[in-house]
């Protein structure tokens, strides 16, 4: 019997080892346990840390935890309104801050699918709520990632919620909107839209722009929609600051609406809110509740907005053929504008030092966009600088383009300061490209009478020809420095001609092109008062552009022999397509090398690029760091 019970105790004891070893070896070739990790990706690492309802479409972690803790997730995807109204009546252990957060993420996750304003706009004000709480000590902390997407949901929630139904533009006014617990009285001041002499009109959002065409796309993180505005002009009296903005300027705009009392007004079903509308030239900042808060721009999109279409383009080449073509007969309606060649990227203000930016010959002001891009971009420059623009019928004669510029830049200068009060103003910096450096060349030297008794034989103050005559020719002949100039930058400039010029292109373009009257008759009277030289006694002779940039014309040649003034700071920046050639060999395409090369220049660089070399990186970054030199010496 105890034999049995042996037996019988000594193969259940090895029943249940080889039960035991069978569980371990199970266990041992499972895949996972219940709970535990796995190792991921970097690029999966960040999409869920950053995932949320604007970059994926899909609820944020913290907007997760929230539906899971309270068994709400299978909920919101059948009911969303329902568990929007839950969340909003309140959740107990859930603190007022972060239920407006998720609050903020769920209405616009829900204004997405639905396309119901109402919840883009509840999706607004619960943001506006969590950034600006009424306790100072339940402001979300500035490292707490929910902060810049509350800020992101408020921007573009004010934004759709305001957009036409069909998408095109975003609609400013005052008046009532329905929210999804409650009313939105919305109050906006008719002022708000006066930018100077202009009215704000026509608003796009500008995140829903895709720029094209320009090599970055710059964004100014802040609070506030970012809209790009078209101006109508003539609306407001005539302020001088705001009279050379081009037309079909188009402005970069944020949006702001200010909700009084958030929490209170989510209690009681009622907020309020004023819209305000700020440009660039305006505020960068404001202040909501005692905190000075950066506002959003997007001035690349304005830009890029501003050039779609532009009559810029077309003027080119008619401005190469036709001498008496100016940007007047492109705009579409009047202006309060007192000239056409000079063009602001921006009201004048105050204490901002010019840039004129000279475009070349069959160009525009358009082929400065992607410096103007970069350039207004860079805080360090931000506020010290204005862009001028100075366009001209690039197939004109030189030294006649010359004096213009020069007449256009005096008249600015005293119409726009005319108690000489702005000392920015006389700081100015010239940059020129190609025959827009001559022009630029021509505002800082001292040319004696150099040009005129290269070509006539009488002095002017003796000819018998009507004023007007004379002073068309004063003004195109004889130059000293302008005043108010302090430097200039020569891009790709021929300043002993062009090989293109010399050549049988230069000779075939020219037979094409077409002096403007207010230049012929003036030298028609010199003709008949028998006062030009034996070389230049028929209108044939009368050279356009394409003739002064031959490295053979006489005007090409007493130019290169006049030095810079003393009192201006020249640079050089130089384009060249084969560095590795030798030397002698550099050329842009249409410049060479050697033409382009001046003595006595602060600074010479040369850059790998074709002759268009105004939009290439290295060529913008010399100018940004001349810039840079120019506010050190200024400062200094």
């Not at 309104?81 to 603190?95: F, N």
């Not at 891009?491 to 002993?496: G, K, R």
Request: proline share 6%; aromatic share 10%.
């Amino acid at each position: 019997m105890n034999k049995i019970l042996a037996d019988s105790y000594r193969l259940e004891l090895l029943f249940s080892c080889l039960l035991l070893s069978t569980s371990f070896l199970i266990l041992g070739c499972a895949a996972s346990t219940p709970i535990g990790v796995k190792k991921i990706n970097p690029q999966k690492a960040q999409r869920q840390l950053t995932t949320n309802v604007l970059t994926a479409g899909t609820l944020s972690a913290p907007s997760e935890q929230i539906l899971n803790r309270f068994e709400l997730a299978s909920e919101f995807k059948r009911k969303p309104e329902k568990v929007i109204a839950t969340i909003h009546e309140g959740l107990s252990g859930v603190s007022p801050v972060d239920r407006l957060y998720v609050l903020a993420e769920l209405s616009f996750y829900h204004g997405d699918k639905s396309r119901d304003k109402s919840y883009y706009l509840a999706a607004a004000v619960y943001a506006y709520g969590f950034l600006f709480p009424p306790d100072p000590d339940t402001v979300p902390d500035r490292f707490d990632p929910r902060v810049r997407v509350a800020v992101d949901l408020y921007n573009r929630g004010i934004a759709e919620g305001l957009t036409s139904s069909n998408g095109t533009e975003v609609i400013l006014k005052s008046g009532v909107h329905q929210l999804p617990f409650g009313k939105l009285f919305i109050y906006l001041d008719q002022t708000e839209f006066k930018w100077g002499s202009y009215k704000l009109v026509r608003f796009k959002q500008a995140a829903l722009l895709d720029v094209r065409g320009l090599r970055n796309r710059y964004r100014w993180a802040g609070i506030g929609a970012p809209l790009n505005a078209y101006i109508k002009p003539g609306e407001y009296k005539k302020e001088t600051a705001y009279s050379l903005v081009d037309e079909e300027t188009r402005v970069p705009v944020t949006m702001l609406i200010r909700f009084d009392r958030v929490i209170k007004g989510l209690e009681g079903g009622s907020i309020q809110g004023y819209l305000e509308l700020y440009t660039t030239d305006e505020a960068t900042s404001v202040t909501i509740d005692g905190r000075e808060v950066p506002l959003e721009f997007e001035l690349s999109s304005a830009l890029a907005y501003s050039l779609e279409g532009s009559s810029f383009y077309e003027f080119e080449l008619k401005g190469l053929l036709k001498g008496d073509l100016n940007l007047s007969s492109f705009r579409p309606f009047k202006t309060t504008r007192f000239r056409d060649d000079v063009i602001l990227s921006a009201p004048y203000i105050p204490g901002r030092i010019p840039v004129v930016l000279i475009h070349g010959t069959k160009s525009s002001p358009a082929r400065w966009a992607e410096m103007i891009n970069e350039l207004q971009n860079d805080r360090t420059l931000w506020g010290r600088y204005q862009f001028w623009l100075f366009t001209y019928p690039s197939g004109n004669p030189i030294l006649y383009s010359g004096g213009i510029l020069s007449e256009a830049l005096r008249t600015v200068v005293a119409e726009l300061d005319p108690e000489e009060k702005d000392s920015a103003l006389r700081r100015m910096v010239l940059i020129g490209h190609s025959q827009g450096g001559l022009l630029a060349k021509l505002q800082v030297i001292e040319s004696g009478t150099l040009f005129w008794d290269n070509s006539a034989t009488v002095p002017l103050e003796e000819l018998e020809i009507s004023s007007e005559a004379k002073e068309i020719l004063r003004r195109s002949i004889f130059y000293e420095p302008l005043p108010f100039v302090e430097r200039v930058i020569f891009i790709a400039t021929p300043h002993h001609g062009s090989y293109v010029a010399g050549n049988w292109i230069g000779r075939f373009a020219r037979r094409f092109i077409s002096l403007p009257e207010t230049l012929l008759k003036p030298l028609e009277e010199l003709l008949m008062a028998d006062a030009f030289t034996e070389a230049a006694r028929s209108m044939k002779n009368v050279p356009k552009s394409i003739d002064n940039m031959d490295p053979k014309n006489r005007f090409i040649q007493i130019l290169a022999s006049i030095p810079v003034s003393p009192d201006v700071t020249a640079h050089s920046i130089i384009a060249v397509r084969n560095p590795k050639d030798p030397r002698e060999k550099w050329k842009d395409g249409v410049v060479s090398y050697s033409s382009a090369h001046i003595e006595n220049v602060a600074s010479e660089v040369v850059v790998h690029s074709g002759h268009s070399t105004q939009s290439d990186p290295e060529t913008i970054e010399e100018v940004r760091r001349i810039l840079l030199e120019h506010l050190g010496q200024i400062a200094n």
